[in-house]
């Protein structure tokens, strides 16, 4: 008897460049190690995001888009999560002042922080709150549609989860929350692929193949324009069992390089039913 898969819940990663040339590179990402008592990718270099929550949908928070955001989007409230989860994981908020009509500044950001951030991350107030009380604009339009991987239906915990990419506001300094979070570097697509390969870093396999779609850009704007006018196709990793061992296959109208990879091991169901 076939086990059902067990249901989707939506969540929102998003891919915070800037340009940096390096021997390797032409831009560069930035990423966080995650908590070893996570329980989903423990320990792995990510990009930050998190599960759509239900106040990521509120209608109020209509009153905070920018006026060319269309509300019957199908993605906003996953970009009202990737913009909440920016802000609650690595300290930057894409979001304007309205009384100046730019992004917030540094200043504005570290009392923001100060004043919401635990509450946020703590679930005791939503961002619309926060937008209320501080005449915010979410910036919305900065985030590109990058792509869409669903966990496989062998997994005990499934994730929909679209990720997004923008370009990180060059004044406000991303760092990583010391909760969800340990660590958190700024690396280029190659540096990041060099350094899962030899054990440096733990990359789950959609990182790791979102890692390296990037590093065919050449800058942070050529990768967002790029992310803006490619369709995006869902990816649903598939098991294949051989005698060689166990693969995820993904489809090759993704775009990415192969289609076909040995399972990482904390991936494999078999694995986790020793554990």
Known sequence: MTKDAVPLKPAATVLLVRDNITELDRLEVFMVVRHHQIDFA???????????DKADLKKELA??????????????????????????????LLARDRSTGQLVSPEK???????????????????????????????????????????????????????????APPEQLAVHDGEESVDSVWIGPHAAMEGAKNGKYTVIFPTLMNIEYLAKYSSADEAITDANRTKTVTVLPKLENTDDGKFLNIPAEAGYSLTRRKIDPMMDPDQKRKA
């Open 109 to 167: 950001l570290e009392t923001l922080t100060e004043k919401y951030r635990k509450d946020m991350q703590a679930g005791d107030i939503d961002i619309l709150k926060m937008a209320d009380a501080e005449d915010l604009e979410l910036a919305t339009e900065m985030l590109a549609h990058y792509s869409h991987w669903l966990t496989p239906t062998f997994m005990p915990k499934r994730f929909d989860t679209h990720f997004f990419i923008a370009k």
């Open 42 to 52: 423990s320990g792995a270099l990510v990009f930050p995001g998190g599960k759509v």
């Open 63 to 92: 009153d905070h888009l920018p006026a060319a955001q269309p509300l019957d989007d199908p993605l906003l409230s996953f970009k009202i999560a990737a913009i909440r989860e920016a802000f609650e994981e690595c300290h930057v």
